[in-house]
């Protein structure tokens, strides 16, 4: 019963942070989608061709809170995969207050961080404009399109294939209705009842309306928050579910196993590290740097094993973007990008 009562503790104490960064972005998200137009639209196409870089920025700041939000925000299609990749490549979870707990080094510190930076962004910029490319050119296009075609979001067009949907993102908030469609927040319960307020001279208006935008909402600022909290509750619980899974195996098994694995063979140590990595976990990063500190990991290792240490962002992504082929070709990306980068260093 005590460890149950220590792993719930720790798996509350891993999700409690994430939830105010959850609420601010899905009140953005609702609030964008009550004011979608093509003024907004452009707006929103005119910030992704920055997305990367900037997103490489945030992820600096020791706190995964931001890949969660750039998880929500790529489901919802406001921001780009570029940027997406580079606020998670950027994300080190525990590392740099690692760093900072053993004194490191202000040098040697900055130089981390700013390849880490460095790395995301233009990785995030070159992701960005590959799939531009990819969507333009016919004949590598539908190279791809056996491969990358996959069941897509609901809604989707039935010629629109996983290159259309990636390389569409950044471009207009019309798909955010779509998170609200997957969680059942209720608000078009609200919208559902101001219409019936209005009568029925409204209906056919808005019916096209609805029609138009995907999802309609009602109740202005009430259904903004009511939306946002519920989608936010449902992201919560998710996270705090898996969380405590993990922390459970982890704490069980024991980090020395980790440990075990990243050290047994040094040349191998950048894929090994890589792989760690992608656990959804603080635990990850704190054995990679605790290793790259003792000396037994080189700086390619750690790199690689920090580059895709974006903590419970995964987790989101996987809660909020329920294409699953999606997910995972963003997931084998991540790791191919993190050992090809590892392995140069």
Not at 85 to 106: H, I, K, Q, W
Not at 136 to 150: D, K, P, Q, S, Y
Request: aromatic residues 6%; negative net charge; hydrophobic residues 50%.
């Amino acid at each position: 019963m005590e460890h149950i009562t220590h792993f719930v503790l720790h798996a509350w104490e891993d999700t409690l942070p994430l939830v105010p960064f959850l609420l601010v972005t899905y009140l953005v998200l609702e609030a964008l989608e009550h004011a979608a137009g093509d003024r907004v639209n452009a707006a929103v196409r005119r910030a992704g061709a920055a997305g990367p870089v900037v997103g490489a920025l945030l992820g600096i700041v020791p706190q995964c809170g931001f890949s969660a939000m750039a998880a929500t925000l790529y489901a919802g299609r406001v921001i780009t995969l570029g940027t997406l990749v580079g606020v998670f490549l950027s994300t080190s979870d525990e590392m740099l207050p690692m760093l900072l707990a053993e004194r490191t080094d202000a040098g040697s510190l900055a130089f981390v961080l700013l390849v880490k930076a460095a790395i995301a962004a233009v990785t995030g910029l070159a992701i960005d404009v590959v799939l531009r490319v990819l969507r333009r050119n016919v004949r590598a296009h539908e190279a791809l399109r056996r491969f990358a075609r996959g069941s897509g979001r609901a809604g989707a067009s039935a010629d629109e294939d996983l290159i259309d949907e990636m390389a569409g993102a950044g471009e207009s908030v019309d798909h955010i209705h779509r998170l609200c469609e997957y969680d059942h927040c209720g608000c078009d319960d609200d919208a559902d009842g101001e219409h019936a307020d209005h009568g029925g001279h409204d209906d056919a208006h808005e019916h096209a309306d609805h029609d138009h935008h995907g999802h309609e909402h009602g109740g202005g600022l009430r259904s903004i928050v009511k939306s946002a909290l519920s989608h936010t509750i449902q992201v919560s619980v998710f996270i705090f579910i898996v969380t405590f899974a993990l922390v459970a195996l982890l704490e069980t098994v024991g980090e020395s196993v980790l440990s075990d694995f990243l050290s047994s063979n040094a040349t191998l140590a950048v894929f090994a590290s890589a792989l760690v990595g992608l656990i959804p976990n603080c635990a990850a990063s704190v054995v990679i740097t605790q290793l790259y500190l003792e000396g037994v990991l080189g700086f390619g290792a750690l790199m690689a094993g920090t580059l895709v240490s974006a903590g419970v962002g995964f987790l989101v992504l996987f809660r909020t973007n329920r294409n699953a082929r999606e997910n995972a070709i963003i997931l084998v990306l991540l790791y191919a990008i993190a050992v090809i980068w590892g392995l140069l260093l």
